[in-house]
């Protein structure tokens, strides 16, 4: 056999299943069932209302059931921009250059697929609900990548007189989908535990709604759509590297789906990709709040009292810039890290920025106040008059401060962050077209007060889980789907560490549709 003929049938192999389909035949002690239905589905944000809907127009009966009180799960409280693409060919060749310079796997199968029924997420969207309207908001997160222009970011227009915003928008047109249109039933405080299986095909699973257990039987699938592990530090410290993580999102997302998938053999990917930028904490609150300075007179120190990046490069990759671990001196000296800023930033706006999504705002109902000065009361933010009565405040370096703090006026008021190259104005393809660019970057104040607050990692969403391959299925370590085991949304996510933004919210539609419809097809087992 010649060197290239071996190879290639290496590589045939490696597609292939390795080894053949387990054969042992454990004894199926068959539950009572206490429901039963073709489609179950885990978790009803909008991976699973978008898998729902799809299951049941392709035929099958369907059962939601969700852990908390309420559906809505991360999707509810997003921003609500989902990401369309205006060419499939192109928004492939662009999306799949976002895995390789971060050593993300990638799958380009399912990459194929996502950007192939991507294509209807418009129409999808528009069938959801009467009346509505969307809008493009934003385009590609990396404009350096060539094709860039095939992605635009999507979310539903607020209706005149409304004040639903985002998430809440998209949420509740899937819910008019699910629950007025189609009258699919929808069991809140039910939380899955573990699927019920026999040999290797899944049958049911158990649930526990309001503190009674059930055995729920599916007939034709069940589909995963739990959301991620964001809230499970556990699973946090074991899958990433960083520390003091907070979160952003829903309080259901725990990785109950992953744990599940585990059992059942599922393989794992994308653990360690994390959509996550830096953030607030405010003291009582469950969740917390992203940074978002509304002046351009700031920058971050490390505990050193030294910047170390350029602030303003992507939002959604904050925690891979402070992920320095220092082994010898036994601590990430950029977790916590910290905002520096004077009055002007103070008055300019809460530094949270005009902030409408995120659990703390849409469902802990906390409001910033306008000059920050709730959260200095609270000390979220510390002043202090001097430049070095702020370093002693925090607990940094006074000489280090002072020196980043004059080699930052200096370098801003010539026109150029020598050190990090963060731009004077913002850059890129935006709503300020034919407008002057918005400054980004400028002196702080001479004189104080000036002002810092602690910024520690605060999670959108985890991408890991479960891998499912482009008809949603979810495969074992060998590649071979599990019998009856589907998955959608960022449960399993398909997306990497580099991660282009609206993309989650896109996916989750993407792949409940995809899923939806396969598992519908699936032979009902009895
Ligand atoms: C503040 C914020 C803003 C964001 N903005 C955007 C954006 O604009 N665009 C974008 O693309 N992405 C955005 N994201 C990310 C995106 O919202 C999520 O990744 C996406 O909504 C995931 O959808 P999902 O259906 O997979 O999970 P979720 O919407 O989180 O739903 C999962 C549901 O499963 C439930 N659940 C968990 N465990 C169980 C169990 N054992 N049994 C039953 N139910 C269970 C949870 O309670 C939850 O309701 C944002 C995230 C946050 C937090």
């Excluded at 060197?3 to 199926?28: D, N, Q, T, Y």
């Excluded at 002046?295 to 402070?322: L, P």
């Excluded at 036994?330 to 004077?342: G, S, T």
């Excluded at 409408?356 to 705002?361: D, E, L, N, P, Y």
């Amino acid at each position: 056999m010649s060197k290239r003929s071996f190879l290639r049938g290496a590589v045939l192999a490696a597609a292939a299943p390795l080894v053949p389909a387990a054969a042992s035949a454990k004894s199926f002690s068959e539950p009572k069932w206490d429901r039963e239905t073709d489609v179950v589905v885990l978790g009803y944000g909008g991976a699973g209302a978008a898998a729902a809907i799809s299951a049941h127009d392709a035929g099958a009966s369907v059962v939601i059931f969700e852990k908390l009180a309420e559906g809505g799960g991360n999707t509810a409280v997003s921003s609500g921009g989902v990401m369309i693409p205006n060419n499939e060919e192109r928004a492939f060749q662009y999306l799949a250059k976002t895995y390789s310079f971060a050593n993300s796997e990638i799958d380009e199968e399912q990459l194929r697929a996502f950007v192939k029924e991507s294509m209807k997420t418009k129409e999808f969207l528009l069938s959801l609900a009467p009346d509505q309207k969307v809008y493009v908001y934003g385009y590609a997160g990396f404009q350096n990548i060539p094709e860039q222009d095939a992605i635009e970011k999507w979310r539903f227009r607020t209706p005149k007189g409304q004040k639903t915003r985002g998430g809440d928008m998209l949420f509740n047109n899937y819910r008019y989908a699910v629950e007025t249109v189609r009258k699919i039933p929808v069991v809140y405080n039910a939380r899955g535990l573990e699927l019920i299986r026999e040999n290797d095909e899944v049958k049911g699973v158990w649930v526990e709604i309001e503190g009674r257990r059930e055995a729920v039987k599916a007939r034709r699938a069940v589909i995963l759509a739990t959301g991620g592990y964001e809230f499970d530090q556990t699973m946090l410290s074991n899958y990433t590297m960083g520390k003091d993580f907070h979160q952003l999102g829903a309080p259901g997302n725990t990785g109950d789906g992953v744990r599940m998938a585990q059992a059942a053999g599922a393989d794992l990917w994308h653990m360690n990709a994390l959509s996550c930028p830096l953030g607030l904490v405010v003291p009582g609150l469950k969740t917390a709040f992203q940074i978002n300075m509304l002046a351009a007179s700031w920058f971050y120190v490390d505990q050193d009292g030294k910047r170390f990046g350029n602030e303003k490069a992507d939002n959604h990759t904050g925690v891979y810039t402070v992920n320095v671990l220092d082994p010898i001196k036994h601590r990430y000296p950029r977790i916590p890290c910290y905002v520096i800023f004077d009055e002007k930033a103070r008055q300019r706006g809460p530094i949270v920025g005009g902030a409408t999504s995120g659990w703390a705002i849409n469902r802990e109902g906390y409001r910033w106040s306008r000059d920050n000065s709730a959260e200095i009361e609270k000390g979220v933010i510390v002043s202090a008059p001097t430049i070095e009565a702020l370093a002693k405040k925090i607990g940094v370096p006074e000489e280090n401060l002072r020196a980043t703090l004059e080699v930052w006026n200096k370098d801003i008021a010539a026109g150029e962050d020598k050190a990090f190259g963060r731009p004077i104005q913002k850059k890129g393809k935006s709503s300020f077209e034919g407008r002057e660019a918005p400054l980004i970057s400028a002196p702080l104040d001479a004189n104080g007060p000036y002002y810092a607050a602690k910024l520690v990692p605060t999670l959108l969403n985890t991408q890991g889980g479960p891998r499912r391959n482009q008809l949603g299925q979810v495969l074992d370590p060998f590649r071979r789907p599990i019998a009856r085991l589907y998955s959608a949304g960022e449960l399993g996510s398909m997306w990497g560490h580099i991660y282009q933004g609206a993309c989650n919210n896109a996916e989750a539609c993407v792949f409940g549709r995809i899923a939806g419809r396969t598992a519908a097809a699936e032979k009902p087992w009895g």
